[in-house]
């Protein structure tokens, strides 16, 4: 059975953990993004995108994780991400955006690292 999307957000220690559940694929990116885009205009700029309920992702998944690295990045701020299922981690060991993102096991060690 496919878990549902859901995306929501919190404020954790001077970070913005943005949480995804499901599948980050066509259909659920343009909730990403809106979702995210909005928070980045209320000036928020550090970001721990917490994808540990993600299931899959997809290239449009991917693609939006590097469009909002760009904006925050853009406004000097900090995206880190939080993946832990290794068939998810591995899609990013594969394009080489594990060179390009910070990936942790979790939410406390990707706030702890300076």
Do not use: C
């Not at 909005?38 to 590097?66: H, K, N, P, Q, Y």
């Not at 900090?78 to 942790?104: C, M, Q, S």
């Amino acid at each position: 059975m496919q878990q549902e999307f859901q995306i929501s957000h919190r404020s954790d220690s001077g970070w913005t953990v943005v949480e995804v559940y499901g599948e980050a694929d066509v259909s659920t990116v343009p909730q990403i993004r809106e979702h995210v885009v909005e928070l980045i205009r209320e000036a928020d700029r550090r970001f721990i995108i917490d994808l540990l309920g993600v299931t899959f992702i997809d290239s449009t998944g991917l693609g939006v994780l590097v469009g909002i690295l760009k904006r925050i990045r853009a406004r000097g701020g900090e995206l880190r991400l939080v993946i832990a299922n290794p068939d998810v981690r591995r899609i990013f060991t594969i394009t080489g955006l594990h060179n390009v993102f910070p990936i942790y096991d979790s939410v406390d060690l990707a706030k702890a690292t300076p």
